[in-house]
């Protein structure tokens, strides 16, 4: 059993239900943003799904110098703002740097480390030091277990609200593979763990100038990761993934996240229970 880690009203690990992070790769625009975080949260209200808003106010690890990036850090923020005041739901996005960690702090509630930066100690103390939830994307070149030295990383700067993501491992020659072993592994660390079911299916690098994914994987292996033992599901999302200015091909459909999200709840249900009875 992992911990509880509670932010606002939402409460990660734990016998606690399922959480859904959402919402789209990068901010693309105010009312796009809106737009997405207003759909999620009827949905997961309906269903009764504690929800966190995700979207990236910059991705700064995109394949090609040219593709969109988001509107950075300041315009973003303010974004993310008006989310969470007209809302009132949590924000988690990405930090990239050190520089941004104080500005970023007054508005995300969960910030977020992306894969590749997982091993990077100075920045992992610097947002440790902050005393916000971090959400630490497991790197596709680590084993479950070499998480604890990232674990060990931010505990040691004095923070225990921590949350491991895993994205699957690399596979070489523009795949990724998951492995769900990971996701039992590292619950026993201790802390709560998401599956990232939608960056799990992507394909680095596969369009040349651009990741490609296989999207029509992420319901069966969400089913999957829930039934393996998660706390969580990272999905990113979008009214139209076609059209969408970051991850597209990995991302779901607004209109078919509503059948994913009640199958998981279901099958979430029966592994919190069998999880009471042991």
Request: proline share 4%; with cysteine.
């Amino acid at each position: 059993m992992t911990r509880e880690i509670r932010i606002g009203n939402v409460v990660i690990g734990g016998n606690n239900p399922l959480v859904l992070i959402a919402g789209p790769c990068v901010i693309e625009s105010e009312d796009s943003t809106l737009f997405h975080a207003s759909q999620l949260q009827n949905l997961t209200s309906r269903l009764g799904i504690p929800f966190i808003f995700k979207s990236s106010y910059d991705k700064a690890n995109r394949t090609s110098k040219g593709s969109y990036r988001g509107p950075g850090l300041k315009k973003g923020l303010k974004i993310l703002k008006k989310v969470k005041d007209r809302l009132g739901v949590p924000i988690l996005s990405d930090v990239h740097c050190q520089s941004e960690v104080d500005e970023a702090k007054e508005v995300i509630d969960i910030i977020q480390v992306p894969a590749f930066l997982c091993r990077q100690t100075d920045l992992l103390v610097s947002i440790a030091r902050t005393g916000k939830a971090i959400n630490v994307k497991k790197g596709q070149f680590l084993a479950p277990w070499d998480v604890q030295a990232i674990i060990d990383k931010i505990t040691g700067a004095g923070n225990e609200r921590l949350l491991i993501t895993e994205r699957g491992v690399s596979f070489g020659y523009n795949n990724l593979v998951s492995d769900l072993r990971a996701l039992p592994i590292m619950r026993k660390l201790g802390w709560p763990v998401i599956y990232d079911a939608t960056h799990s299916i992507q394909l680095p690098g596969a369009r040349g100038g651009s990741s490609g994914g296989e999207a029509e994987f992420v319901r069966g292996l969400s089913r999957a990761a829930v039934a393996m033992g998660c706390d969580g599901l990272f999905i990113e999302v979008h009214r139209n993934p076609k059209e969408a200015l970051c991850d597209g091909p990995n991302m779901v459909s607004l209109r078919v996240l509503s059948k994913l999200l009640s199958e998981v709840q279901r099958i979430d249900e029966i592994v919190r229970h069998t999880l009471d009875e042991t």
